[in-house]
Protein backbone atom coordinates (compact mmCIF):
# COMPACT_ATOMS: atom_id res chain seq x y z
CA UNK A 1 0.00 0.00 0.00
CA UNK A 2 1.26 3.31 -0.84
CA UNK A 3 3.09 5.55 2.17
CA UNK A 4 2.89 2.64 4.49
CA UNK A 5 6.65 1.64 5.56
CA UNK A 6 7.97 -0.51 8.35
CA UNK A 7 4.93 -3.02 8.54
CA UNK A 8 5.58 -5.86 10.66
CA UNK A 9 3.94 -9.02 11.42
CA UNK A 10 3.93 -11.73 14.21
CA UNK A 11 3.08 -14.68 11.80
CA UNK A 12 6.47 -16.10 12.45
CA UNK A 13 6.31 -16.29 16.42
CA UNK A 14 5.06 -19.86 17.71
CA UNK A 15 3.74 -20.95 21.12
CA UNK A 16 3.06 -24.64 22.39
CA UNK A 17 -0.51 -26.23 22.04
CA UNK A 18 -1.80 -29.52 22.16
CA UNK A 19 -3.60 -31.19 19.38
CA UNK A 20 -6.02 -34.37 20.14
CA UNK A 21 -7.11 -36.54 17.25
CA UNK A 22 -10.09 -38.51 18.52
CA UNK A 23 -10.10 -41.84 16.83
CA UNK A 24 -14.04 -42.19 16.24
CA UNK A 25 -13.97 -45.84 16.08
CA UNK A 26 -12.19 -46.24 19.16
CA UNK A 27 -14.14 -43.67 20.89
CA UNK A 28 -17.28 -45.36 19.97
CA UNK A 29 -15.75 -48.73 21.15
CA UNK A 30 -15.89 -47.36 24.55
CA UNK A 31 -19.31 -45.91 24.36
CA UNK A 32 -17.73 -42.39 23.31
CA UNK A 33 -17.88 -39.45 19.61
CA UNK A 34 -15.10 -37.71 19.32
CA UNK A 35 -17.87 -34.42 20.31
CA UNK A 36 -18.00 -36.29 23.53
CA UNK A 37 -14.22 -36.78 23.97
CA UNK A 38 -13.27 -32.87 23.72
CA UNK A 39 -16.15 -31.65 25.73
CA UNK A 40 -14.93 -33.81 28.76
CA UNK A 41 -11.06 -32.76 27.55
CA UNK A 42 -12.19 -29.29 27.63
CA UNK A 43 -14.20 -29.38 30.83
CA UNK A 44 -11.20 -30.48 32.20
CA UNK A 45 -8.83 -28.23 31.35
CA UNK A 46 -10.42 -25.43 31.68
CA UNK A 47 -11.97 -23.62 34.64
CA UNK A 48 -15.84 -23.38 35.13
CA UNK A 49 -17.51 -20.48 36.82
CA UNK A 50 -20.51 -22.50 39.25
CA UNK A 51 -21.54 -19.29 41.31
CA UNK A 52 -21.48 -16.28 42.43
CA UNK A 53 -20.65 -14.89 46.36
CA UNK A 54 -20.24 -12.03 47.98
CA UNK A 55 -17.30 -11.43 49.60
CA UNK A 56 -16.74 -7.76 51.44
CA UNK A 57 -19.28 -6.49 49.70
CA UNK A 58 -17.74 -7.54 46.44
CA UNK A 59 -19.10 -10.57 43.60
CA UNK A 60 -16.93 -12.67 43.24
CA UNK A 61 -16.62 -15.90 40.52
CA UNK A 62 -16.16 -19.43 42.04
CA UNK A 63 -14.59 -21.64 39.42
CA UNK A 64 -14.26 -25.29 39.52
CA UNK A 65 -11.30 -26.82 37.81
CA UNK A 66 -8.13 -28.57 38.03
CA UNK A 67 -4.84 -26.94 39.05
CA UNK A 68 -2.94 -26.34 35.59
CA UNK A 69 0.19 -27.71 37.94
CA UNK A 70 -1.74 -31.00 37.55
CA UNK A 71 -1.28 -30.87 34.06
CA UNK A 72 1.39 -29.10 32.92
CA UNK A 73 3.17 -32.38 31.04
CA UNK A 74 1.76 -34.06 27.44
CA UNK A 75 1.71 -37.26 29.78
CA UNK A 76 -0.32 -36.06 32.13
CA UNK A 77 -2.93 -34.94 29.39
CA UNK A 78 -2.39 -38.34 27.73
CA UNK A 79 -3.48 -40.18 30.56
CA UNK A 80 -6.59 -38.18 31.62
CA UNK A 81 -9.50 -40.04 32.16
CA UNK A 82 -12.70 -39.88 29.91
CA UNK A 83 -15.62 -41.62 30.96
CA UNK A 84 -18.46 -42.90 28.44
CA UNK A 85 -21.17 -45.52 28.83
CA UNK A 86 -18.44 -47.79 30.07
CA UNK A 87 -15.73 -47.87 32.25
CA UNK A 88 -13.04 -44.83 31.93
CA UNK A 89 -10.26 -44.69 29.44
CA UNK A 90 -7.30 -42.64 29.25
CA UNK A 91 -7.38 -40.34 26.26
CA UNK A 92 -4.22 -41.88 25.04
CA UNK A 93 -6.11 -45.00 24.29
CA UNK A 94 -9.12 -43.10 22.13
CA UNK A 95 -6.96 -40.21 20.52
CA UNK A 96 -3.64 -39.34 19.58
CA UNK A 97 -2.57 -36.05 21.48
CA UNK A 98 0.77 -34.64 20.92
CA UNK A 99 2.55 -31.34 21.57
CA UNK A 100 3.01 -28.75 18.53
CA UNK A 101 3.70 -25.10 17.33
CA UNK A 102 0.96 -22.99 17.04
CA UNK A 103 0.18 -19.41 15.93
CA UNK A 104 0.68 -16.74 19.45
CA UNK A 105 -2.44 -15.02 18.70
Do not use: F
Not at 2 to 25: C, F, H, Q, R, T
Not at 56 to 61: C, I, T
Amino acid sequence: ISGMANIANNLSEKKPEVSIKVDSYKAAQNGLTPMMVMGIVRGTLNYDKVTTIQSDGKEVDVLLGMKSVDLNDIEKIKNLQVRGMGNAVALKDIATVSKQEGPVS
